[in-house]
């Protein structure tokens, strides 16, 4: 089975852009989360959805930063408009949701300018 | 409020020497799990080893094992036999609740440099 994909792997933008991060589970699991690097602040999570609907969205940083979970095997995290403090590396995961392996994506690298 | 807390930033360990990674966490729950994952330069995280809090024997994959204390919320990562391909970043997770509800913690790392 293919693990979690996530897209893009990089991207650069300038302040103030609109930046969509795209997530595609591990079929079967029912938990998706977004986690964010970097290395002042570690890996921080950020929201994590069960069967498609939000369950904790507390570590979003503020109101320009939103996910959605349409359907089982879909996910995006929208940041607008995006600043520089907003770089880092933003990792998507998945599990079956009964406390298995936590199974991460390979990371999209933003850099905003 | 779960935490888990990692306290050594970076340690070094000589080529085929042991080295331990201290890891503690905080938790009211009795039913919780615990990992090490593993991420090197490329950033990949990678599952090192995972211990549900209800067994009493210590988990164990080939090289890593780990030292897992409940009463004293302790979970350290012993490698043996330490090879250059360990070097990387190593985090402590912790995860536990009701089914549906997992959220799963991480600590700051631990960078571990392996010296040839």
């Known amino acids: 089975d293919a693990g979690v994909i996530q897209s893009p792997r990089h991207e650069v933008t300038e302040m103030g852009q609109e930046v969509t991060l795209r997530c595609k589970p591990i079929s079967g699991h029912n938990s998706l989360f977004w986690y964010r690097q970097t290395m002042m602040r570690g890996l921080e999570l950020l929201i994590y959805?069960?069967?498609?609907?939000?369950?904790?969205d507390s570590g979003m940083p503020e109101d320009r930063f939103s996910a959605k979970m349409p359907n089982a095997s879909f996910s995006t995290l929208k940041i607008q408009p995006s600043e520089p403090r907003d770089s880092a590396v933003y990792f998507c995961?998945?599990?079956?949701?009964?406390?298995?392996?936590?199974?991460f994506g390979e990371g999209s690298w933003l850099t905003v300018v | 409020a779960q935490t888990v807390t990692q306290s050594q930033p970076e340690m070094s360990v000589q080529e085929a020497e042991t080295v331990t990674l201290s890891c503690t966490y905080d938790?009211?729950?009795?039913?919780?799990?615990l990992f090490w994952y593993k991420q090197p330069p490329s950033r990949q995280m990678i599952l090192v080893i995972r211990q549900e809090a209800y067994k009493q024997q210590n988990a164990t994959e080939n090289r890593f094992s780990v030292n897992f204390q409940k009463a004293a919320k302790s979970f350290s990562l012993k490698i043996s036999d330490s090879q250059l391909g360990d070097a990387a970043m190593y985090f402590c997770?912790?995860?536990?609740?009701?089914?549906?509800?997992?959220?799963?913690?991480f600590g700051t790392g631990t960078r571990l440099k392996v010296l040839a």
């Open positions: 995961a998945s599990e079956t949701g009964s406390g298995n392996t936590i199974y």
């Open positions: 997770a912790y995860t536990g609740g009701m089914a549906g509800t997992y959220k799963y913690i």
């Open positions: 959805f069960n069967n498609n609907v939000p369950i904790d």
């Open positions: 938790t009211s729950e009795s039913d919780y799990y």
